[in-house]
């Protein structure tokens, strides 16, 4: 079965800080793509970033980077020198290889306050 | 740059009435998608939809639900005989080459059923 666990329900942070989001995912195959979606009071989807079981590369993009570990089967994403643009709900979702459908993590809130 | 559209952006109806909701995949897209997200909790699937057939589905899409793509650029998801429980965000998403590609998910259509 695949799962995708995102443990803190909530996180409140002051501008200027730097936060991790934890999430560690669940599955038996061995190729499976990974994705982290922001979602803002507006309620859409934003698409931040996509990986796939081949490439631990972290990835670093501006303020926003990624750290892949199959090891720990984790894929957290850091948020360097918060912004309160960065309130939001944060998604990690898990998509099986030759799959139709993403699964979701329950989401973390995250506040940014000025 | 392409993106998904649907409408309404929001929609009230009373319980028992049926509803279509609709979107325009992005135009060289194939495979499509309905998820659903209940206020405060996590996006679930629903559907997924290629060459005019579903090729999944969850638990969650019985038969109230049904797909259709009644043109060459619409999709629609139809909900016959709404219950207060569907009330939830719909985002419709597409790509062009399912199991490995993103999802590309549309703003979303906020449902509220009285």
């Known amino acids: 079965a695949q799962k995708v666990t995102q443990a803190q329900t909530e996180i409140s942070v002051v501008e200027k800080e730097d936060v991790t989001l934890d999430c560690v995912y669940e599955?038996?195959?061995?190729?499976?793509?990974l994705f982290w979606y922001k979602q803002p009071p507006s309620g859409e989807l934003v698409f931040l970033i996509r990986r796939n079981s081949f490439d631990e590369q972290n990835e670093i993009s501006g303020r926003y980077s990624w750290n892949f570990q199959k090891s720990t089967s984790s894929f957290n994403f850091t948020i360097t020198a918060s912004q309160v643009v960065d309130s939001a709900v944060y998604f990690c979702?898990?998509?099986?290889?030759?799959?139709?459908?993403?699964?979701f993590g329950a989401g973390t809130r995250l506040f940014v306050k000025a | 740059e392409p993106e998904v559209t649907q409408t309404p952006s929001h929609q009230v109806t009373q319980m028992g009435q049926e509803v279509i909701l609709r979107c325009v995949p992005i135009?060289?897209?194939?495979?499509f998608y309905w998820y659903r997200q209940i206020l405060g909790q996590k996006v679930e699937f629903l559907v997924s939809f290629y060459n005019n057939e579903i090729s999944e589905k969850s638990e969650i899409f019985d038969d109230q639900f049904s797909v259709e793509r009644p043109d060459g650029s619409n999709f629609t998801l139809k909900i016959r005989s709404t219950k207060l429980e569907d009330s939830a965000m719909y985002f419709c998403a597409s790509n062009f080459q399912t199991g490995r590609e993103t999802q590309y998910f549309g703003p979303g259509t906020r449902l509220l059923v009285l």
């Open positions: 979702a898990l998509l099986q290889g030759g799959g139709f459908k993403t699964i």
């Open positions: 135009s060289n897209h194939l495979y």
């Open positions: 599955t038996r195959d061995t190729t499976y793509y």
